[in-house]
């Protein structure tokens, strides 16, 4: 196990998630599923209690913590796009299996979790700063999910 891994709490469903999250994106699997041992708060000895996934190369760990906490914006995963293809692939994975959309990029899935789509062209002209930046950012602020045209199109000027 590495020295540090995210821990995302889940209300009951921390391995339909992950498995979710290994279908959709490279570099991800389910590594163990774990059961309680003994009755918990939120549930029964024999319940999945921990579920050990990577998502996109990140260590996770999914707890089955029940009700109390509850994911927020605070808290996204970034992953980095090459393409429009690739942007909306991912972007559909997570609006059409019961996500919803948010502004500039971000989405949330259907168990709360943020996640920021982000093409590269939107990264690296952000990087760059001056005008390129400016002009990027303004187009980035009136979208939902990121078109790379219009990103290219408003770095061109």
Request: proline share 4%; hydrophobic share 40%; with cysteine.
């Amino acid at each position: 196990m590495p020295k540090n891994t995210i821990c995302l709490w889940f209300d009951h469903d921390a391995e339909e998630a992950a498995r979710f999250y290994a279908e959709v994106f490279p570099d991800s699997r389910v590594t163990a599923v774990h059961h309680a041992p003994a009755d918990y708060p939120s549930g029964l000895a024999g319940d999945v209690l921990t579920v050990e996934f990577t998502v996109a190369g990140l260590p996770c760990i999914g707890l089955n913590g029940g009700p109390v906490f509850r994911h927020s914006e605070a808290f996204s995963f970034q992953i980095a796009t090459d393409s429009q293809e690739e942007t909306d692939r991912y972007w559909q994975a997570i609006i059409g299996n019961g996500g919803e959309e948010s502004d500039c990029g971000w989405c949330r899935d259907r168990w709360g979790l943020s996640w920021q789509i982000t093409p590269r062209v939107l990264t690296e002209a952000l990087a760059r700063g001056g005008a390129e930046a400016r002009r990027a950012f303004t187009a980035m602020m009136r979208m939902k999910k990121i078109d790379v045209a219009a990103i290219e199109a408003a770095v061109r000027g």
